[in-house]
């Protein structure tokens, strides 16, 4: 084991796998804030932490059945979609069940946050969905980190470095899990475009399921950019909100 960490080359897998699973994990964070927002104030950042650990649990039980998550990949089926045939393995029936929930989860907190209904689910908000939260949160961070520890599987031999790596971004996800979710409630614009993220990674989990091609480069570029146009924005916003406040007291003092 000492003789492992010793190598180099293990230290740059583990920052590999690392980075991967933070870059993955952005979209992760996200739902986290989403479903996290339905639970009362002073129970958010418990239940974000929990669910997190849980989720840290599962994705190394899932690195130690390394046997059943090369078997998901294998072809159970196959049928035309759009003349081509698609195969249909364990794997595209997990990412089609996590593309659907999504894309009914972000359309139905949409609808609820457009058509201001926040206020009638809250008050109808029990007890028992605290551990609703946490089970959804377990579950997506399964779905979510399928790709990837599939993929740390294919980049390194050593499960001890996988375990490592997965460790570590689940700490730096637990760090900024309460700062993303903080921001995500305090900026309504910001929670719709957030939602709009998770519609528009349900339908790429569901198009993933059919086995079609999306350069997952350019989701994240147009997730990056939109970000960076409402940041801009709320930025326009404070700043004409601050000029006016400045004219208001100014026309006071005068009179």
Not at 149 to 156: C, L, N, R, S
Not at 166 to 176: K, N, Q, R
């Amino acid at each position: 084991m000492l003789e492992l960490f010793a190598q180099p080359e293990s230290w740059i897998a583990i920052a590999t796998l690392s980075a991967l699973e933070i870059v993955l994990g952005i979209d992760n964070l996200v739902f986290i804030a989403i479903v996290t927002g339905r639970l009362p104030v002073e129970k958010q950042p418990s239940a974000r932490k929990i669910g997190l650990l849980v989720a840290l649990g599962t994705r190394i039980l899932l690195l130690f059945t390394l046997s059943w998550i090369l078997g998901l990949t294998r072809p159970l089926a196959h049928f035309a979609f759009f003349g081509r045939e698609v195969e249909i393995t364990g794997q595209s029936l997990i990412l089609l069940g996590g593309g659907l929930f999504l894309i009914w989860k972000s359309t139905t907190e949409i609808y609820h946050k457009t058509e201001l209904k926040d206020e009638e689910v809250h008050l109808r908000q029990t007890t028992a969905s605290f551990g609703a939260v946490i089970a959804n949160i377990a579950v997506m961070d399964m779905i979510f980190s399928l790709d990837s520890v599939i993929t740390a599987v294919g980049m390194v031999d050593e499960i001890v470095l996988m375990v490592v790596a997965i460790v570590l971004a689940m700490i730096v996800m637990i760090v900024f899990a309460d700062p993303v979710s903080n921001f995500v409630e305090a900026h309504p614009s910001i929670k719709i475009l957030a939602l709009a993220f998770l519609l528009m990674i349900g339908v790429l989990l569901t198009v993933e399921a059919l086995h079609v091609a999306v350069p997952k480069g350019y989701v994240y570029f147009a997730m990056a950019f939109s970000l960076l146009v409402e940041l801009v924005q709320m930025r326009y916003e404070k700043n004409l909100a601050n000029k006016r406040a400045r004219r208001t007291t100014a026309a006071e003092s005068e009179g």
